[in-house]
C-alpha cells in the first residue's frame, strides 16, 4: 500500500465516521424533539393545575372561616345552655323553697 492508497483509505474511513456520526446525532434529535402539540398540552395541564391549586386554597379558606363561625356559634350555645341550666337550677331552688313555705303555712293553719 503505497502513500496515496493509504490517504484515500484513510479519508473514506474518516468520511463514514463522519457520516455514521451525523445519521446517529439526526436520529437522536428526532426523537428527542418536543412537538408544539406536546408544549401546549403541558402548558394547558399547567394552567389547569394553577387554577386547581387557586380554588383549592379557596377551599380551605373558606372551610377555616366556616369552622371559626361554628366554633363561636357552639361556645355562644355553650354559655346560653349553661345560663339556662343555672337559672333552671335558681327556678326549682325557688320552687323548692316555696312548696317548703307552703307545706309549712298550710301545717301551721290546719
Do not use: P
Not at 446525532?25 to 403541558?42: C, G, P
Not at 379558606?61 to 355553650?78: F, K, P, S, V
Request: proline residues 0%.
Amino acid at each position: 500500500m503505497n502513500r496515496t492508497e493509504f490517504i484515500i483509505a484513510t479519508a473514506i474511513i474518516l468520511f463514514v465516521a463522519f457520516c455514521t456520526g451525523w445519521f446517529a446525532n439526526w436520529l437522536i434529535h428526532r426523537f428527542k424533539r418536543v412537538s408544539q402539540a406536546d408544549v401546549d398540552q403541558l402548558e394547558k395541564m399547567s394552567q389547569e393545575l394553577h387554577e386547581a391549586e387557586e380554588t383549592r386554597d379557596q377551599a380551605i379558606t373558606y372551610l377555616q372561616q366556616r369552622e371559626a363561625e361554628l366554633t363561636n356559634q357552639l361556645a355562644q350555645t355553650e354559655a346560653e345552655l349553661s345560663a339556662a341550666m343555672e337559672g333552671l337550677r335558681e327556678a326549682r331552688h325557688e320552687a323548692e323553697d316555696l312548696r317548703s313555705w307552703i307545706e309549712r303555712h298550710h301545717t301551721g293553719t290546719a
